[in-house]
């Protein structure tokens, strides 16, 4: 008799895809032509913080103008006014805290990248008008992974939410993923009879 470790193997279908909880869709606020471009294609990565791209847009030259007269002028209320209105226009504080000590109005303003990634989707090109419903890019961080399992009727009490669970995919010979299920979805599949489970594993 010895110690050891229970387990049940399960052989079926998955998929793996983002980790949706480490993406970032990056949106603007107001409309504009994107000057300049720093990323230029799908699959390339960024640190938090890049530049990811430079944007000209009228609306956003006058609320620093605004901004820079209620500073010239000391009125205070008029101050906080044209400050909340460049952050609702998803202008940072840092940018406004460089723009109240130069007092100079930045023709183009740059956009950072919120997260580090991997460009998964780039909808954009140089010289694009771009509206606040257009997406502009998607980056997604990839140092952890979501594998979505379908798992047999019959075998779907076995899985519990917070169980680990160690994977074998064919693609990735003599490699086994370690992690553990996240989440199990509540409905069936009533055409395959099968329970989608979702697991999550540290991508290295």
Not at 133 to 139: D, G, I, K, P, S
Request: aromatic share 8%.
């Amino acid at each position: 008799v010895k110690f050891g470790r229970l387990w049940r193997r399960i052989d079926t279908v998955g998929y793996v895809s983002y980790d949706e909880d480490r993406m970032s869709h990056i949106h603007l606020r107001t409309d504009g032509w994107i000057e300049k471009l720093l990323v230029k294609a799908e699959g390339d990565r960024v640190r938090k913080g890049d530049v990811l791209f430079e944007l000209y847009s009228p609306i956003l030259v006058n609320a620093q103008e605004e901004f820079v007269q209620s500073l010239r002028v000391g009125n205070k209320s008029l101050r906080d006014a044209s400050h909340d209105r460049l952050i609702a226009l998803g202008v940072s504080e840092n940018q406004i805290n460089d723009l109240a000590k130069t007092k100079k109005v930045q023709r183009l303003l740059k956009f950072y990248a919120p997260q580090d990634g991997v460009m998964t989707e780039l909808k954009v090109r140089e010289g694009m008008y771009i509206k606040p419903a257009t997406e502009v890019m998607m980056l997604a961080d990839l140092s952890t992974v979501w594998l979505i399992a379908e798992v047999f009727e019959s075998q779907a009490g076995w899985v519990k939410v917070d169980q680990p669970a160690e994977v074998n995919l064919k693609y990735l010979p003599g490699r086994e993923m370690k992690g553990k299920v996240e989440y199990v979805y509540p409905t069936l599949n009533p055409k395959t009879r099968t329970l989608k489970v979702r697991l999550r594993f540290d991508n290295i």
